[in-house]
Every structure is written in structure tokens, then in C-alpha cells.
């Protein structure tokens, strides 16, 4: 019910539904408690993944207000933190849920979340930076991340903050294919992946309020 919703709304943003300003605002806040909810049910769906998103997003909007970003900015974080989620609707369970390393082939199905979750918000214009976040919320500073191979201050940067927070979830997390890293190990990584998977000035500021935490 709640999916069918939210293809409602977007189909109607889509095809140019003409509103006043304060009512484009609402209908976006609207737009954002449903992709909370749809984004809670789909990490219940696995143990595993349980809060994964929420944490997600809460660390996102740590990070982007220590770098003094504008609340706009803020809020289309975090309306891309819950949609970046939402493209996994079109991956079948039996790939979601499955609790053995993937194979190539299963990885690769998997990969294609982003440019869903892109596919279904690009024709509305309110949402156009957002979509640009999920679309690369999985490419690396280094280029070697997908779909589209982008790479430093091309990657927008509340893919790089969504990126960096969404692998930390990950490293302490316990996951059907391996245990959660300990504190020591997961700063390690994370030194590790500056410059390659993360943008390096972005770590340095997450490890900062970490140690505050």
C-alpha cells in the first residue's frame, strides 16, 4: 500500500501537477514520511538490515551540518537517504535476503538499485538534485564505484557523505557473510579508504564526531 502510494505521487509530480509553492512543500513532506516508512519496512524484511537506513541518515545529517550545509541541502540528503533504499523494491528476495556471499551475477542485479530508485523520481523536478544523490550513492572518490564511474567533487556530495556512512553502518554491523569489525578495525578501514572509496576530508570529519559520540 504504501509503494503504490508513493507511485502515485511521484506519477503525479512527473506529469507537471501545478500547485502553489507551500503546497509542493507539504506534498514533499508528504513524499519524505512515506519513503521513511516504505525504507523501515524493506530493512525489516532482514534482520540483518534492521535500522540500517535510519542510522544511515542520522549520520548523514551529523555530517552535512558539521560541514555547514544549508537545510535544504540537509532535507534532499536525507530524502535520498530513504530513496536510495527504495530501488531495491525491483531486486528479488531471494537476492535481498540471501544469507551466502553473492555470485558475480547476483551482485551485479543488486547494483542496478540506484539507477531504479534515479528511474523513479527523474521526471520530478522538485527532486531533481535528489535523484543525482541516489543515482551516486554508490560511486567511490576514486572512480571505481557505480553506475557511472564518477569520481572526487564529481560525485555529488551527499552521495560521498550517504556512501561513507552507509560502509561504517556495514563495518559494525553483523552480516549473514561475516561479523561486525571492531572499533579499532573500523577506523582502520576507514583511514584506509580515504582518497579511494571515500572522500579523505569527509573521514576526517565523521572520526571527529564519532570520537565526540
Sequence with gaps: MILVFVMIFLLGASVGITVYKKNKNKELEVLSSVLK?????????????????????????????????????????????????????????????????????????IKKHPVIAYKMIENVKELNKVGKIVRAHHERYDGTGYPDGLEGDYIPVGARILSLVDAYDAMISDRPYKEKMTEVEVISELEKGKGKQFDPKLVDIYLEILKKS
Design 37 to 109: 516508512e516504505t525504507a523501515i519496512e524493506l530493512d525489516a524484511k532482514d534482520p540483518y538490515f534492521n535500522g540500517h537506513t535510519k542510522r544511515v541518515i542520522e549520520g548523514a545529517i551529523k555530517i552535512a551540518k558539521e560541514i555547514g550545509l544549508k537545510k535544504k541541502d540537509i532535507t534532499e540528503i536525507e530524502l535520498s537517504g530513504y530513496l536510495s533504499e527504495i530501488g531495491k523494491i525491483r531486486i528479488p528476495e531471494k537476492i535481498l535476503l540471501k544469507r551466502d556471499k553473492l555470485t558475480e551475477e547476483e551482485y551485479n542485479i
